[in-house]
């Protein structure tokens, strides 16, 4: 069966500072990979999508960035952050083998709080 | 420009009631629709999807019903239970070669509360 997984669960960073989430997945192969973030008391919004190694999107204009190093592997970083990074960040996968049936799976998430 | 609404920000249900949270849409291009749950702290579950060839998918207590035509989807819980009780979201995908192929789009979420 296939899993997801993210680390660090939760993170405290001063303003000004680097960021790197990690996220993989097992049990499949060629995986679309997605970031996410909910901020607080607002929806879930995608941040970047990824259907390959080294080919992302970005979705909205940010201070953030994300890397596909390797095909199971997804890594969402940021140089300097600011306080308006803050939130609940969601690594997620979806087999884009089933089409228009694209159910998109989550890990558990990482919680960022920027002081 | 939220193309995924869930007007109510909460619901609050008797445990053994049914519970049923809507969601708008504004893209045509939207063919799949899916309801998944949250718990505070935790990633989103998948509950339950249906595609828009179909007006209703049931599975166990949770049934998603669609109306195209009024670009209206429904979750309906029965019964409810207080394990229920989360923030449940509402998500929708567009078909090949739209621009949100691939993707969901998310409503805000409503918060259930079911009590005992």
């Known amino acids: 069966s296939q899993t997801i997984h993210q680390w660090p669960a939760t993170l405290v960073q001063p303003v000004g500072s680097p960021l790197s989430l990690e996220c993989t997945v097992e049990g499949t192969s060629n995986p679309n990979l997605y970031w996410y973030r909910q901020a607080a008391g607002r929806g879930l919004q995608l941040l970047f999508y990824?259907?390959?190694?080294?080919?992302i999107s970005s979705e909205v204009p940010q201070n953030l960035s994300a890397s596909r190093p390797q095909d199971r592997q997804f890594i969402l970083s940021s140089k300097k952050l600011l306080l308006s990074d803050s939130g609940f960040y969601l690594c997620?996968?979806?087999?884009?083998?089933?089409?228009?049936?694209?159910?998109?799976?989550f890990g558990e998430g990482s919680w960022l709080t920027v002081v | 420009d939220q193309q995924v609404k869930q007007n109510s920000p909460s619901l609050s249900v008797q445990e053994g009631r049914i519970s049923i949270l809507n969601c708008d849409y504004t893209n045509s291009m939207f063919d799949y629709f899916l309801w998944y749950k949250k718990y505070p702290a935790e990633g989103p579950t998948f509950l339950i999807s249906?595609?828009?060839?179909?007006d209703k998918n049931e599975d166990g207590r949770f049934t998603v019903f669609l109306n195209k035509s009024a670009k209206h989807l429904s979750l309906h819980i029965v019964p409810s239970q207080p394990g229920d009780s989360a923030v449940y979201f509402c998500?929708?995908?567009?078909?090949?070669?739209?621009?949100?192929?691939?993707?969901?789009?998310f409503g805000q979420g409503t918060i259930l509360t079911v009590h005992p």
């Open positions: 998500a929708a995908s567009g078909s090949p070669g739209g621009t949100s192929y691939g993707k969901l789009t």
């Open positions: 249906i595609s828009s060839i179909k």
């Open positions: 990824s259907v390959g190694i080294g080919q």
């Open positions: 997620a996968w979806s087999d884009p083998a089933r089409g228009s049936g694209n159910t998109i799976y």
